[in-house]
C-alpha cells in the first residue's frame, strides 16, 4: 500500500508545506472579524455589519471542517514527540469541538437572520465572544506547535528520525 503513497520531504509531509496553518488562518480572520462586526452592529445598531458578519460566519464554517482535515492528516505525519504530545492533543480535541461549536452557532445565526430581527440576542452576542476566545486560545495552542515545538520544521523532522526525540 505504501508503494502507492507520495514520498514524505523534508517536512515529512508528501506535499511542499503545510496547508493546516494556511486555511486555519482564514478561519480565525474571519470568526473574529464576524464577532467584532456583530458587537460594532449592535452597538452602532448598523444592521449591515450583521450581513458582513453573517458571510464571514459561513465561509468560516466551511473553511473550518478543511483546516481540520488537513489538520489530522499533518497531526498524524508531525511524529510528535514527547513534550508536544500534549499540547497537539488539546489542540486536536479544541479543533474539533470549535468546528462543531461554529456550525451550531451559524446554524443559530441563520434561523436569527431568516426572522429579520433588526437587533441581535445578546446571548447570542454572548457566546460569539466566548467563541472569539476559544479561537484565539486554539491560535495560541497551534502558535505552541510551529514555535516551541517545531513541528514539521526540518531539524525537529530530522532530529525525530535519527531518533533524537522521542
Given amino acids: ?29 474571519m470568526v473574529l472579524f464576524a464577532v467584532v462586526c456583530d458587537l460594532i452592529g ?5 444592521s449591515r ?7 464571514n460566519l459561513f465561509f468560516a464554517t466551511i473553511s473550518i471542517f478543511i483546516a481540520v482535515i488537513f489538520g489530522q492528516i499533518e497531526a498524524g ?10 499540547t497537539l ?6 479543533g ?15 434561523v436569527i437572520r431568516s426572522q429579520n430581527k433588526p437587533q441581535l440576542p445578546v446571548p447570542y452576542l454572548a457566546l460569539t465572544v466566548v467563541l472569539g476566545g476559544l479561537v484565539i486560545f486554539q491560535t495560541y495552542l497551534g502558535d505552541l506547535l ?11 523532522v530530522e532530529a525525530t528520525r535519527s531518533g533524537g526525540l522521542s
Fill in 49 to 55: 455589519l450583521y450581513e458582513v458578519s453573517w458571510w
Fill in 42 to 46: 449592535y452597538w452602532s445598531k448598523n
Fill in 146 to 156: 510551529v514555535w516551541v515545538y517545531g513541528l514539521h520544521s526540518i531539524p525537529v
Fill in 96 to 110: 474539533w469541538s470549535l468546528s462543531g461549536i461554529l456550525a451550531a452557532i451559524t446554524g443559530w445565526r441563520y
Fill in 1 to 29: 500500500m505504501s508503494n502507492y503513497l507520495p514520498p514524505l520531504n523534508e517536512h515529512n509531509l508528501p506535499y511542499p508545506d503545510t496547508i493546516h496553518p494556511i486555511v486555519v488562518h482564514f478561519v480565525i480572520a
Fill in 89 to 94: 492533543d488539546l489542540h486536536t480535541i479544541l
Fill in 77 to 86: 505525519l508531525a511524529e510528535p514527540y514527547a513534550a508536544a504530545e500534549a
